[in-house]
């Protein structure tokens, strides 16, 4: 069994900034890859960003030069810095990770929401 700890969302305003944090532990071995995808209401889930092990990020343009993700020093940690938010980045974020011999396993999502 895995298990995710998510934490950091909440309520901002426009221009605000985020650090979500997400550790998974239990049941899961050798992490290739981690990174947050986010579900606005109406929408589908898309990728924000994600980074593997040896470091390697990869963002979702909308969100380039405003985003950084970063592994901790543990692997089974990962990070979303967020800066200059909008209200366009509203959304539940979920955390995820690749197992490098299993299927992906989820988090179970930290609302943001950036409004006046």
């Known amino acids: 069994q895995v298990q995710f700890v998510e934490s950091g969302g909440g309520l901002v305003q426009p221009g605000g900034s985020l650090r979500l944090s997400c550790a998974a532990s239990?049941?899961?071995?050798?992490?290739?890859?981690m990174g947050w995808y986010r579900q606005a209401p109406g929408k589908q889930r898309e990728l924000v960003a994600s980074i593997t092990s040896g470091g390697w990020a990869n963002y979702q343009d909308s969100v380039k030069d405003r985003f950084t993700i970063s592994r901790g020093n543990a692997e089974n940690t990962v990070y979303l810095q967020m800066e200059s938010l909008k209200p366009g980045d509203t959304a539940v974020y979920f955390c995820?990770?690749?197992?490098?011999?299993?299927?992906?396993?989820w988090g179970q999502g930290t609302q943001v929401t950036v409004s006046t």
């Open positions: 239990g049941s899961i071995f050798s992490i290739a890859a």
């Open positions: 995820y990770a690749d197992p490098s011999t299993s299927y992906r396993r």
